[in-house]
């Protein structure tokens, strides 16, 4: 695929994709109203200046309240300083911060040479990813985690880690689903690693009892265990293997334990061979991955944890199926089994992003003796663009470059063609990801 072969050409391109891509976002998905940064506003707030308990609390109007450990409270500590315009503020440019870095580590070194053309293209792609929209209008904290998680990842790939280990110890503090990034550290026998993530989450978790001792207690004593909390386990945006099997009438906990551990092994054996290989960016979002399939709730905002995966897909030479996995989780389709999931067009439809996500845990490629190099690197010459006679010799080292950001983007621009047969209708659920935004919003978690 080759684009314009002008500055001129590119760029109008450039602004009909951000035409394009404000239509979709402005037809298909609508915003969340930062419904769980309201949560966290809200916990925040009650419990620093009105002595409430950081469980208790719950948005007016709705059941739903905070449901992070006791050190996501802590963290969040900020907010009370702030109106509530402000941290919504400080939300956007966390994420904004949170995603640039994601993309630094996934580019690799080559990262400057792509050029303003190709990074406007990715970022029009990541603009229609769903799971990006939805962390971003929901106010939530997964790009965070992902940036956490992923500088331990470029630690161990560079050789210099020493202190690898601190960001998943923290993310696992904040939120419990990175934790599964500790195991895989001892599956490649980063023992440091490993006890430093530990240590870190231990210290975190010991900083959150000293600063509310109740708290805690009710958090890791009935809180966790209450999935009620955080929503219907057959709810369509729940993406999770207990999310499929809660929709075809088969909640049971003992059939989710054998499929968990039966998901587990399968990430096990397949981890243990990217870290044989060395290949820890391909470790890393198998991780990711399964972390996604096991958690009792995985909801659509979850799923930034695949991000990872769609590059090492496009680094292995398949860039148009990663395209065009990327572009079907574009285009919000779980909504339109909404009311109804039941049938064989249920069952596949309203979990096709686990499908997707349980494929890239079987088929991802990893483990694959090779070069060191970034990530992105085997899919630039899916889109690099022409020489010019302007200049043929700075085109000829562009061409060189890492570009797959944009392979990815022009998966992802077969987005909006996707999702054009969704239709706009309110959602009394709070994660619903068609519903206009109202003075009731969404749930957190």
């Not at 070069?371 to 085109?395: D, F, G, H, K, M």
Request: with cysteine.
């Amino acid at each position: 695929m080759r684009g314009p072969r002008t500055d001129r050409g590119r760029l109008l391109l450039v602004l009909a994709l951000v035409a394009a891509v404000t239509l979709f976002t402005a037809t298909v998905p609508l915003l969340r109203d930062w419904f769980d940064l309201r949560v966290y506003y809200g916990t925040v707030h009650t419990w620093v200046h009105h002595g409430g308990r950081i469980y208790d609390y719950r948005v007016p109007g709705t059941t739903y309240g905070f449901t992070y450990p006791p050190f996501a409270a802590v963290g969040m500590l900020p907010m009370a300083l702030v109106g509530l315009h402000l941290a919504i503020a400080a939300s956007l440019l966390l994420n904004l911060a949170a995603l640039a870095f994601v993309l630094r580590i996934l580019a690799g070194p080559g990262w400057r040479r792509w050029g303003w053309y190709r990074w406007a293209l990715a970022l029009c792609g990541l603009a229609l990813f769903e799971p990006l929209r939805d962390t971003f209008s929901f106010g939530q904290v997964n790009l965070i985690l992902l940036a956490l998680v992923l500088a331990d990842c470029c630690l161990l790939r560079s050789g210099r880690g020493r202190w690898a280990g601190a960001g998943i110890g923290l993310a696992a503090a904040i939120k419990l689903t990175p934790a599964l990034f500790i195991f895989m550290l001892l599956i490649g026998r980063k023992w440091r690693a490993a006890g430093i993530a530990t240590a870190v989450a231990l210290a975190a978790t010991g900083l959150a009892a000293w600063a509310d001792p109740r708290a805690s207690r009710f958090y890791w004593t009935q809180a966790l265990w209450d999935t009620s909390r955080v929503g219907r386990l057959d709810y369509v945006s729940n993406q999770s293997l207990q999310g499929v099997l809660a929709r075809l009438g088969h909640p049971d906990k003992p059939l989710w334990a054998i499929v968990v551990l039966l998901t587990l092994a399968v990430w096990a054996w397949r981890t243990r061979k990217a870290v044989a290989a060395s290949d820890w960016t391909a470790a890393f979002a198998l991780t990711g991955l399964a972390a996604c399939l096991v958690s009792p709730i995985t909801w659509v905002h979850h799923l930034v944890w695949v991000l990872p995966s769609f590059v090492l897909l496009a680094r292995a030479g398949h860039p148009r199926i990663a395209g065009a996995l990327y572009a079907v989780m574009c285009t919000s389709v779980v909504w339109l089994w909404f009311d109804d999931a039941s049938g064989v067009d249920g069952f596949l439809g309203s979990n096709v992003y686990t499908w997707i996500t349980l494929g890239l845990l079987l088929w991802l490629p990893a483990g694959q003796s090779r070069p060191e190099r970034s990530p992105l690197s085997r899919i630039a010459r899916v889109t690099a663009p022409a020489p010019s006679a302007a200049s043929p010799a700075t085109t000829a080292v562009s061409d060189q470059s890492s570009s797959g950001a944009v392979a990815a983007a022009i998966g992802t621009v077969l987005g909006p063609g996707r999702g054009r047969g969704l239709v706009r209708r309110p959602s009394s659920e709070p994660t619903g990801s068609t519903r206009p935004a109202a003075s009731k919003p969404q749930s957190s978690s």
